[in-house]
């Protein structure tokens, strides 16, 4: 069993859907990191959580400690936010490196 | 544009040949991480550096090596190039060796064995 895992594997939605992503680990962590893989093959850091939500713009994360739970979500979707998203976290003894998700890979169509 | 450099972009060679990667931190980072990203496999974390010195290492194998230097630059030596060694390798930096810190990613290079 992977240590963090990501449910949908695969998502497609129509533009203005809102959009969730869940990842759920089984390891006690620093932070949870959601990370955004363009298909140009790029990877962008969205977001840093150990508690609580955060909010940028139309992206929302939350986690949820007790549960070992964190969601992703996207409001009024758009094209140009397909791209595979992904989960990793910093386990606990770490110094900073990251245990990845397998992602989750969003199409949205206009 | 994260900061992050990574030399070169991609990269052909043939089984059993060397190959040296090259990532240069965004100015200020003094921790650069390495990361494989293979269809199989996925995401994999194989070696971090904290200002020169190895701080941690995940699953690399004894084929490669890394090293950061003065200048805080990083190089991935790949030996004995074998197929499946053929993925994506990320290089990313961050302020610390911590887990808190935010890691920014350089662009890849794609490496190709035959």
């Known amino acids: 069993k992977n240590e963090v895992e990501q449910s949908p594997q695969n998502l497609t939605a129509q533009e203005g859907e809102f959009i969730t992503i869940n990842c759920s680990y089984s390891?006690?962590?620093?932070?949870l990191h959601w990370l955004q893989q363009h298909p140009g093959g790029g990877i962008v850091s969205l977001f840093m959580l150990s508690s609580g939500k955060k909010k940028h713009g139309r992206l929302i994360a939350t986690i949820n400690i007790q549960e070992k739970h964190s969601s992703l979500h996207i409001t009024a979707s758009h094209p140009r936010d397909s791209a595979v998203y992904i989960c990793?976290?910093?386990?606990?003894?770490?110094?900073?490196?990251?245990?990845f998700g397998k992602g989750t890979k969003l199409s949205v169509k206009p | 544009d994260s900061g992050v450099t990574q030399t070169p972009k991609h990269l052909i060679t043939a089984t059993g040949q060397r190959v040296t990667l090259r990532c240069s931190p965004r100015?200020?980072?003094?921790?650069v991480y390495w990361y494989q990203q293979s269809l199989d496999q996925g995401l994999q974390f194989l070696i971090q550096?904290?200002?020169?010195?190895?701080?941690a290492k995940g699953n690399i194998l004894e084929r490669f090596s890394a090293q950061q230097f003065p200048d805080l630059h990083s190089e991935l030596n790949l030996s004995s190039l074998e197929l499946g060694d053929s993925a994506l390798y990320f290089c990313?930096?961050?302020?610390?060796?911590?887990?808190?810190?935010?890691?920014?990613f350089g662009p890849g290079t794609r490496l190709l064995v035959l």
């Open positions: 990313a930096s961050s302020v610390g060796p911590s887990s808190f810190a935010t890691q920014y």
């Open positions: 390891v006690g962590i620093s932070a």
């Open positions: 550096y904290y200002n020169g010195e190895e701080r």
């Open positions: 990793a976290v910093t386990d606990g003894g770490s110094q900073g490196n990251l245990i």
């Open positions: 100015s200020g980072d003094l921790s």
